[in-house]
């Protein structure tokens, strides 16, 4: 059974960061795309960024510059290090794998940035 387990996230004002992480089991993690989404209140739910097996990134063009994904092949953990934030980026947020055996999401954390 895949299970993708959170921590990380917290409030903090305009400017500042925050650090998300995901750790993974029961899948092989090294074949899979990692990817964070996030949901504001009232909102859908919205791609945030992507990392590949092989280590390419994507990045909602919203966060590109201040948002950094990484994996470690390793811990078989997924990193989304989140730098002057907004109080747009406010959101509960997930990360997400997906394989044959279906789409799989971690438990949400909420991140909350006042202005």
């Known amino acids: 059974q895949v299970r993708m387990v959170q921590s990380g996230g917290g409030s903090v004002q305009a400017g500042g960061s925050l650090r998300l992480s995901c750790a993974v089991s029961?899948?092989?993690?090294?074949?899979?795309?990692v990817s964070w989404y996030r949901q504001a209140q009232g909102k859908q739910r919205e791609l945030v960024a992507s990392?590949?097996?092989?280590?390419?990134?994507n990045y909602v063009d919203s966060v590109k510059d201040r948002f950094t994904i990484s994996r470690d092949n390793v811990r078989w953990t997924v990193a989304l290090q989140m730098n002057d934030l907004k109080p747009e980026d406010t959101a509960v947020y997930y990360c997400?794998?997906?394989?044959?055996?279906?789409?799989?999401w971690g438990q949400g954390t909420q991140v909350t940035v006042s202005s």
């Open positions: 997400n794998l997906q394989n044959s055996r279906g789409n799989f």
């Open positions: 029961g899948a092989n993690f090294r074949l899979h795309a």
């Open positions: 990392i590949s097996s092989d280590g390419t990134t």
